[in-house]
């Protein structure tokens, strides 16, 4: 019985990012064995890299913040993290957001880009995104929740 897409998928992207992270040179490499045969083009290959560092400095913002960081810290030590371990991706990332191959790819990494800088920025203020804390219940007023730095910063950076 052959493998399930999602394996040769997961295969093929481990195979890539492993590369891509060795040579550290912004390039994704297209020789793989059986990567054109799992992904329909480079902007499917490219939105799999993306989601595969958003899920992985996800995580990290909730780790690092599990080990006692306060949030903002938390932050920023999850993205120096992440980049250190995916630095062939985040180079990547960084040059097709810079110069991409088509306006469907800029399109989506300018997308991905946003909702990494929100979920950067409210990270911090946002209670449900802890888990370090148990939730409290919404206060009563209408006034705005109080912001940290972090997201005073990354708000600042994409308006």
Same mark, same amino acid.
């Given at each position: 019985? *052959?493998?399930?897409?999602?394996?040769?998928?997961?295969?093929? =992207? $481990? =195979?890539?990012?492993?590369?891509?992270?060795?040579?550290?040179?912004?390039?994704? *490499?297209?020789?793989?064995?059986? #990567?054109?045969?799992? %992904?329909? !083009?480079?902007?499917?290959?490219?939105?799999?890299?993306?989601?595969?560092?958003?899920?992985?400095?996800?995580?990290?913002?909730? %780790?690092?913040?599990?080990?006692?960081?306060?949030? !903002?810290?938390?932050?920023?030590?999850?993205?120096?993290?992440?980049?250190?371990?995916?630095?062939?991706?985040?180079?990547? =990332?960084?040059?097709? #957001?810079?110069?991409?191959?088509?306006?469907?790819?800029?399109?989506? =990494?300018? $997308?991905?880009?946003?909702?990494?800088?929100?979920?950067?920025?409210?990270? *911090?203020?946002?209670?449900? %995104?802890?888990?370090?804390?148990?939730?409290?219940?919404?206060?009563?007023?209408?006034? *705005?929740?109080?912001?940290?730095?972090?997201?005073?910063? %990354?708000?600042?950076?994409?308006?």
């Amino acid at each position: 019985m *052959p493998d399930p897409l999602y394996r040769q998928r997961y295969r093929a =992207l $481990k =195979l890539v990012i492993e590369e891509m992270d060795r040579r550290r040179d912004g390039v994704i *490499p297209s020789q793989v064995a059986e #990567l054109w045969e799992v %992904f329909e !083009d480079d902007v499917d290959l490219v939105g799999a890299l993306q989601m595969r560092w958003y899920t992985r400095l996800s995580g990290r913002i909730d %780790f690092e913040q599990s080990r006692g960081h306060d949030r !903002d810290q938390a932050v920023v030590s999850a993205w120096r993290l992440t980049h250190a371990e995916m630095p062939g991706v985040r180079m990547a =990332l960084d040059r097709l #957001l810079e110069s991409p191959t088509c306006p469907q790819m800029g399109l989506m =990494l300018a $997308k991905a880009q946003r909702n990494e800088h929100i979920m950067v920025a409210l990270w *911090p203020v946002l209670p449900g %995104f802890t888990t370090t804390a148990p939730q409290r219940s919404a206060p009563t007023s209408s006034a *705005p929740p109080a912001t940290s730095r972090t997201s005073q910063t %990354f708000n600042a950076s994409i308006q």
